[in-house]
């Protein structure tokens, strides 16, 4: 069991920082606003977690924000809570119960935790499978924190998105499958963007696949095609890169809509096509109020029909 001495005050020139690997902290801007808030209107309730240094000297092992901001403003005195008889596996399990004491990891921080806790203790994901895994939100199988770790792990300037929601984790499954170079690349070229999480998976994927069709790395595909993302917004880029991923389905759905309009059908009747023009059947819609109205509409189709006005659709329809 880990044993706690009664939480107490120290001088906070008297903690230091034990190790950086005890650090797995990634808020975001809005965690970094609350928690300035918070310590602004109520300073630090929250105890330091510590362990025994040297003399007088307590090693921190969670709170650094903490300490900072007591520093900064010229605290005497901060709460503390000196672990004591604590084992690795054990001061871990402490550094999380307190890290989700205070919110939810995001998942940036569930890697770095995962890293720097086998990095430090020596455990395998296998071990950390029953318990640990759970504890972070994740399945009981190693394999569940591929994922995170791939997050974790990236340049800090390209954790962020992750980190807040912005970039969709779901995406981190199609960028580990790429080189390091690639996924680094794609996540240049949509850095900034805002959208949903399909469609910046979407998109994800149908970069990929251009630039290894073309069997060249995404980042001088997108050079030779004049991508620019700073110009444009998500759904922009990615329709920028679906129709030279489909050339042939962007050339139909430019067209279509022409080959409908020669038609000269009435402006009660429409005409549309299956989804990416797959499955061959398309609808022909009519909005009528009256019986005779819906007469007109199917007398006008049908001299369409015969006058050859609707052959141009022929060519979807093969």
Avoid at 25 to 47: C, F, I, K, N
Avoid at 63 to 82: I, N, T, Y
Avoid at 265 to 278: A, D, K, N, Q, T
Avoid at 283 to 293: A, H, I, K, P, Y
């Amino acid at each position: 069991m880990v044993g706690v001495r009664h939480w107490r005050t120290a001088d906070p020139r008297d903690v230091i920082v034990a190790n950086e690997i005890f650090s797995f902290s990634w808020p975001t801007a809005a965690d970094h606003r609350d928690l300035q808030r918070s310590l602004g209107r109520r300073g630090v309730l929250r105890p330091l977690l510590c362990v025994a240094g040297k003399g007088s000297q307590l090693a921190l092992v969670a709170g650094g924000r903490r300490l900072a901001w007591a520093g900064s403003v010229g605290l005497k005195a901060v709460p503390v809570a000196v672990l004591e008889d604590c084992g690795p596996g054990e001061l871990w399990g402490r550094l999380l119960a307190d890290a989700q004491d205070h919110r939810p990891l995001n998942p940036v921080e569930v890697g770095l935790y995962l890293r720097r806790r086998t990095a430090h203790t020596g455990e395998t994901l296998g071990a950390l499978e029953s318990e640990v895994l759970p504890a972070l939100g994740l399945s009981s199988r190693a394999a569940a924190a591929e994922d995170v770790l791939w997050v974790s792990g990236l340049p800090p300037e390209h954790r962020h998105g992750f980190a807040d929601g912005s970039r969709p984790l779901h995406a981190a499954r199609l960028l580990r499958g790429a080189s390091p170079e690639d996924s680094l690349a794609v996540l240049a070229v949509t850095h900034g963007l805002l959208g949903g999480i399909n469609k910046f998976t979407d998109l994800v994927r149908i970069l990929l696949e251009c630039a290894w069709r073309d069997g060249v790395p995404v980042a001088e595909w997108v050079a030779t095609h004049g991508l620019d993302s700073t110009a444009t917004g998500l759904e922009a880029l990615r329709e920028q890169v679906r129709r030279r991923r489909y050339p042939h389905l962007s050339r139909w759905e430019e067209a279509f809509p022409a080959a409908v309009a020669g038609a000269g059908l009435p402006s009660r009747v429409s005409i549309h096509p299956p989804g990416g023009f797959e499955g061959g059947r398309y609808q022909c819609r009519m909005t009528f109020s009256t019986l005779d109205e819906l007469h007109q509409n199917l007398l006008t189709v049908l001299e369409r029909l015969e006058e050859g006005r609707l052959a141009p659709l022929q060519e979807f329809l093969a």
